[in-house]
């Protein structure tokens, strides 16, 4: 249990026995433990409702932000970690300043500050695959959303439409270094999430 927390919360995958790795990889489930806009996403909704007594939602926001950044010093910048923790400030900054929050431009911006902070990021599976997914999701995911609309209640369809649209857009550079996809997983990571 411990292992498994620490993988969670702060991305330590050492410890973490290698029958529930395997498990994960089998079922297309392993990207759950790198630590991405995921980790950040729900850290950050935690806390901002955890906030919502001062009644202050901008200010509530500015401390998300700081948090999030506090987070990426504490368990290190990793590209995932890096892009999903940009996105939010950009979109908070965005809130704060009363401006139209567009997801792709806000994704292509945090792609040029990765790669001004660490260029040779660009080359890790992390940036590739982060990038990727979130392409198909803002791509993909929401046209597929709206085709599900007749065959799922909206509480499993938007997160069942991200997770195809992430997986679709993933597949071939998952096929390409690791040899093998696992299907099962774009179906299971919403009920996992």
Known sequence: RDSLLAALLVGDKDGLPRELRERFEKTGSLHLLALSGLHVGILAALLYSGLSFLGRKKLSLVIVMLAAVFYLL??????????????????????????????????????????????????????????????????????LDRFLIPYCPRLLRTPLAASIAAWLFTCPLVLENFGTVYPIGMLLSPFLI
């Open 74 to 143: 504490l368990v290190g910048p990793r590209p995932s970690l890096l892009r999903a923790v940009l996105m939010l400030i950009l979109s908070g900054v965005g809130v704060l300043f009363d401006r139209e929050i567009r997801p792709l431009r806000i994704l292509a911006w945090s792609a040029v500050l990765v790669i001004v902070i660490d260029p040779a990021s660009v080359h890790t599976l992390s940036f590739q695959l982060s990038y990727l997914a979130l392409l198909g999701i803002f791509t993909f995911g929401r046209r």
